[in-house]
């Protein structure tokens, strides 16, 4: 037993903010310290980065590994890593990219015409939000 150590106990069991819905949280809070054309900047460079630039890393990594693989097993095994890679990371980072883009968007319209910064309570309902819209947009 570990003496001195104290467990805690994670109430949003399951909720994890070190995915790709953390990258849309940390990305918005990363806006909200900008201007207007800073969010926004923020947001197209954030969409571009995670739509375009992120899969195309991917799927470049998994076509040189597949390219390395030999047999007859290899055409199987290489459609099953281009399913995993689509499911796994493709979309979820797609969804990310759109969430990005509709956040900060949103942020530089409020920055535009409040001129205040959105509240912690606010930026993380506009998170929410965003995410929201990016699941039907996608």
Known sequence: MSYGKRRYY???RGRSSNGFGGMVNDTAAIANKFGPKGALITGVLGFVSFYFVFPWILVAWSDHNKAKMTGQLPPMMGKLLDDV???????PLEWAGIAVLIVCVGISFWKAFTRTDLDYQMERDATWVAKIIARFVD
């Open 10 to 12: 994670n109430k949003r």
């Open 85 to 91: 890679f689509l499911r796994r990371f493709i979309h």
